[in-house]
DNA sequence: CTAGTATTCAAGACATTAATTGAATATAAG
DNA sequence: CTTATATTCAATTAATGTCTTGAATACTAG
């Protein structure tokens, strides 16, 4: 009976976890603080949220014991509290993919050639990199490229996309990647390369999935 | 930006997800179908809830695509939709376990600074109970105490403490103990009773640690 | 100290969720 | 066909969550 309770108050706990990911805007307010230290002023601005809102939805990811905060100035600057919540983040991802078929359905929809895209797994990636066979782009903002970025990658924004076409080899391949699996930006980019007759595919996975792979990273500008 | 809308989407898909593991009760569910496949009735009378409203939880289970069922006879048995459901809830585990173990440090610091709440050692707490001169309380679960306790304890789990305050001589001293020296159910419950005016300290070690030491124990219920 | 900025708090409108109850459906056995 | 049983559906109430608005708090620069 006492021990139901303990067993009930546990799995409360686990589900005040849970809550922090039952929203939309919290998620993506997560897959932002995946990429690194961001202030609320910042995550209201690149969420779209207004800063009260985005800060009470950062209140209750902190009560759930997903994200940290360091105040610094005027600043308060929110972080998650350590790579489990990226592994649990990418657990969610994982069997929403693979089981609402409502995902599925959407990224069909978005992107229009789908079959070509064949993402390139991390381990793939990292072989060819090491054999120089392949440009890798961060198509990320110049912020988080900075933070931390696969080894030898050249930042590239999608904004300033169009303006390297040129001095690109065409018989070389190009992988680009970004913040997530899910993240556009890379969809957008193979798909403006392949326009213009590269070879391009995209990493299967985002940065903060390849660090916590434990696989090699840089930081810094190049 | 079309990106904007695809991006929410999908972020409220994977919420879906969330909001399934955002409830105990679900949870609860789910640990239960980890271990195979179950129906219904067997779900409802080992979660405790009714079977209307385990039904229901169910069906949110199996929307967010966690769960899904088979018919046979009279009876719809439900399982994991796959292994990466348990994967999921391992990540969900560790995350709420390293937060609630986070929590409970900073509550035990913040309970051991202001302990003016002067422990017990045990070799004097032995002394006065020989003496007869204290009444010594455990406030672990009954399965805990009965597994083994100091000699003479009373069990009285802290969610029974009130019950039993008015029983109490105000004159006589008690002495609260629990799993260790951390443990903040002993905190608690010295707090309470010296609210109520009684003159209440705590064991400065736990049971284990009581046992370690060669001190007498008993075991069973009194 | 004062002004300006970043963040948090508090209160209210509105939507969603959980649990209860009683009825409806579906299956198998007699 | 009728009956018993397992599950689901539907309607209600109480509780909780979300977003907005405007004010309060904390910090820095001048």
Not at 2 to 17: I, P, W
Not at 19 to 47: D, H, I, M, P, T
Not at 80 to 86: F, K, S, Y
Request: proline letters at 5%.
């Amino acid at each position: 009976m006492s021990s139901g309770n303990f067993k009930h108050d546990l799995f409360s706990q686990f589900a005040r976890v849970g809550k922090a990911l039952s929203n939309a805007n919290r998620l993506e307010l997560l897959e932002f603080l995946a990429q690194g230290e961001r202030s609320v002023e910042e995550l209201s601005k690149v969420s779209g949220l207004t800063v009260a809102n985005t800060s009470q939805h950062l209140q209750q990811l902190r009560q759930a014991g997903l994200v940290v905060t360091r105040k610094q100035g005027h600043h308060v600057y929110y972080r998650l509290t350590g790579d489990d919540v990226i592994l649990l983040l990418d657990a969610l991802r994982k069997v929403a993919e693979k089981h609402v078929a409502e995902v599925e359905r959407l990224v069909d929809s978005y992107l229009t050639v789908k079959d070509d895209l064949e993402p390139v797994p991390a381990q793939e990636l990292l072989e060819r990199v090491r054999q120089g066979l392949v440009t890798v782009i961060d198509v990320r903002p110049p912020e988080e490229y900075a933070a931390g970025h696969l080894p030898g990658a050249v930042n590239i924004p999608l904004a300033e996309l169009e303006a390297h076409l040129e001095k690109m080899d065409p018989r070389r391949e190009v992988v680009a990647y970004c913040r997530g699996p899910h993240c556009v930006l890379a969809f957008d980019a193979v798909e403006r390369l392949r326009a213009r007759g590269l070879k391009a595919r995209r990493l299967e996975d985002g940065y903060p999935e390849w660090k916590v792979m434990g696989l090699p990273t840089e930081s810094g500008v190049t």
